[in-house]
């Protein structure tokens, strides 16, 4: 069954500073990974997925991900941290053996609360 | 270019009373999502349409159905309220999976959080 896990309910981090947010997944074939940042009383606006290909991925406002196979993780990063990133970030996956009834649908993990101070 | 626009931006029920959410998707998408965030949780998904049929379903119970209209737009329909199903009811806009095999990227409206009491 695809899952995913954020292993850390918080992540604090001093503004300027590298951070990591980090996510491993489960799926039965090859997976499809998507970040997604969730702001205080608003829905969930998207940062970046890797599909296929480089396993380094650029997003928006500064964040990266990177894909290992290996390890079965897409962590989160950004090179300097800033005030404004704080807020709730979702790491999502869907499984590309998903077909029929299954297909399309994303797994979300519970959420990493980043707080970067000044 | 409008986003994903949902309806209302909050509610709020008593147990046994009945729900309509509604969606309209961003522009030039005509699949919809509907995800139920509870309190502390990542998203959990409810069900999917296009072409005005439900193609799919997560484990969710009866008391959830929608219904998808010709202009795309969309409603969230809950009956029978349960102090559990107080969450964020988020919406989600995208290509058909079938056109894109599950790589296109969904985008998520703002939300209706829902108070059951």
């Known amino acids: 069954a695809q899952s995913v896990a954020q292993p850390e309910d918080q992540v604090n981090v001093a503004e300027g500073n590298p951070l990591t947010v980090k996510c491993t997944y489960s799926?039965?074939?090859?997976?499809?990974l998507f970040w997604y940042v969730q702001y205080p009383n608003r829905g969930l606006q998207f940062l970046l997925k890797y599909i296929t290909g480089d396993n380094l991925v650029k997003g928006s406002y500064g964040f990266e991900a990177e894909f290992n196979k290996s390890q079965t993780s897409f962590h989160l990063k950004k090179p300097s941290a800033l005030v404004s990133d704080s807020a709730l970030y979702f790491c999502a996956v869907r499984d590309d053996l998903d077909r029929g009834s299954t297909l399309g649908r994303l797994y979300f993990g519970r959420g990493t609360q980043l707080t970067v101070w000044p | 270019d409008a986003g994903v626009t949902q309806s209302p931006t909050h509610l709020i029920k008593t147990r046994g009373q009945q729900v309509t959410l509604r969606c309209s998707p961003k522009?030039?998408?005509?699949?919809v999502s509907w995800y139920q965030q509870a309190l502390g949780q990542g998203p959990q998904f409810i069900f999917q349409y296009y072409e005005e049929e439900e193609r799919q379903r997560g484990n969710f119970p009866d008391r959830f159905s929608g219904h998808q209209f010709p202009n795309y737009s969309s409603e969230l329909n809950v009956n029978a309220l349960l102090l559990g199903d107080s969450a964020l009811y988020l919406c989600?806009?995208?290509?058909?999976?079938?056109?894109?095999?599950?790589?296109?990227?969904?985008?998520f409206g703002p939300g209706t959080r829902l108070t059951v009491l």
């Open positions: 989600a806009s995208s290509l058909p999976p079938s056109y894109w095999g599950g790589t296109d990227t969904q985008y």
């Open positions: 799926v039965s074939g090859n997976p499809y």
């Open positions: 522009s030039g998408h005509d699949t």
